[in-house]
């Protein structure tokens, strides 16, 4: 079946860096749209950013600032974000796409905070 593990999230400074991990497996990774989504206390779940086989594409939040990539050899999708700011903290999520919604992973926290 399809699982997705993330990993990488944690606590950093205002202006630091993380690169979250997005392990998958039970589905040929590399012909999937992948995303990363975020949710804040109190918000609703938003996209971070997404990579296909036409490319990649970002929210405002994230550009400039985030690169999504994918490793096909390892089944594995990355985040990295780079001049953090407080206003990133959430739960960061992977996404694949699917019918009736795709699938999701259980999520890694991220905090920024000085």
């Known amino acids: 079946q399809v699982q997705l593990v993330e990993s990488g999230g944690g606590l950093v400074q205002p202006g630091g860096s993380l690169r979250l991990s997005c392990a998958a497996s039970?589905?040929?990774?590399?012909?999937?749209?992948m995303s990363w989504y975020r949710q804040a206390p109190g918000k609703e779940r938003e996209l971070v950013a997404s990579i296909s086989s036409a490319g990649t594409n970002y929210a405002d939040c994230a550009k400039g600032r985030f690169t999504i990539s994918k490793d096909h050899a390892k089944d594995t999708m990355y985040l990295q974000m780079t001049s953090l700011k407080p206003e990133d903290t959430a739960v960061y999520y992977c996404h694949r796409a699917g019918s009736r919604g795709g699938y999701w992973g259980q999520g890694t926290q991220v905090t920024v905070s000085s």
């Open positions: 039970g589905f040929i990774f590399s012909i999937y749209t």
